[in-house]
């Protein structure tokens, strides 16, 4: 988000009017940061921002344990997952051009500070939050760092970038013990004091105790309303922006 620009850090459900800028749902989130785009509250859909993707979600159900003293293969999951952030990360990747010389470059921006809870009642996924402190995010440039912390995220502000995960509906995908399976997660998404809404393309697991899921979206700047990063005469920064998201969960924390 700007998940690096927002956080990072940046992936869901029924169709909804799109605005200029706004983004689309990854399409099969396997684990990579180039994927679709975050629609603003609907599936994946062609359109909308520049860039690759990223991820979150979360929701209500017993503490910690899966389906059963001993989860069944095959079961309906359920279970509250609390985020691992010595197992997890979450990044976005720009795209920037060298001016005078016109050489592109893509960097990544990574944080392994995000927090929260997955949450699954009987294998769908429930509301809950996904938090990521984008005042650590690192391109491996301090000076690049500063300057997207300090214009346009402001971080020393608006530290965090809040996913707040809507329950699915009904007739989602059931995640079973064993099985990976693409779930879209659709809700809201708040960067630089700014919530809009966003979807993220996810593969979700549970093996046991274990969840891991892979995310990702994309969206423009200014859907935010966020100015791209630029250094007037030296690096000009495209408005598109991919988030992306690799979460190791454990039952119960």
């Not at 679709?36 to 990223?54: F, I, L, V, Y």
């Not at 003293?69 to 051009?97: C, K, M, N, Q, R």
């Not at 809870?117 to 760092?145: E, F, P, Y």
């Amino acid at each position: 988000m700007a998940l690096g620009a927002a956080v990072l850090l940046a992936g869901c459900g029924a169709a909804g009017g799109r605005g200029a800028g706004a983004p689309t749902a990854a399409a099969g989130a396997a684990g990579t940061a180039t994927a679709g785009r975050a629609s603003t509250a609907g599936p994946s859909a062609p359109g909308g921002a520049s860039g690759a993707a990223a991820s979150a979600l979360p929701a209500s159900g017993p503490t910690g344990t899966s389906s059963g003293s001993a989860a069944a293969a095959g079961a309906p999951v359920t279970g509250t997952f609390v985020i691992d952030d010595s197992l997890s990360t979450a990044s976005y990747t720009a795209h920037e051009t060298f001016l005078g010389t016109n050489s592109p470059f893509t960097p990544v921006g990574t944080t392994s500070a995000i927090s929260g809870d997955i949450i699954l009642k009987n294998g769908l996924v429930q509301a809950s939050t996904v938090t990521v402190d984008l005042r650590t995010l690192s391109t491996g440039n301090s000076m690049r760092d500063h300057h997207i912390q300090s214009q346009p995220l402001q971080t020393a502000t608006y530290p965090d970038a809040v996913f707040a995960a809507d329950a699915s509906p009904p007739s989602g995908p059931i995640v079973r013990q064993g099985a990976a399976v693409n779930v879209p997660v659709a809700g809201t998404m708040t960067i630089h004091g700014t919530g809009k809404p966003l979807t993220f393309s996810t593969d979700i697991r549970v093996a046991g105790g274990t969840l891991t899921l892979t995310g990702a979206a994309s969206f423009d700047f200014s859907y935010f309303g966020l100015q791209p990063p630029d250094i007037p005469g030296f690096v000009a920064v495209q408005e598109g922006l991919a988030l992306a998201l690799q979460i190791t969960a454990k039952a119960g924390g």
